[in-house]
């Protein structure tokens, strides 16, 4: 049987993820529109990657 890989790199993506919305509204409410555009596409772009990881591991069996 083939062992599971790990699944912490996921913890590392939700809490990048936290980390992006929270500047985001940080952004927001000081009306700082470089920023919010920058947390918003780093907040995407880390969503992207952590969904596509997780449907590469859900299609190698690794979950």
Do not use: C, H
Request: overall charge positive; aromatic content about 18%; hydrophobic content about 55%.
């Amino acid at each position: 049987m083939e062992q599971k890989k790990s699944k912490k790199i996921f913890w590392l993506f939700s809490i990048l993820g936290v980390t992006f919305l929270l500047l985001f509204s940080f952004a927001l409410g000081a009306a700082n529109v470089p920023m919010m555009i920058l947390t918003f596409v780093l907040l995407v772009a880390t969503f992207g990657a952590g969904f596509s990881l997780k449907k590469k591991y859900r299609k190698n069996d690794w979950l």
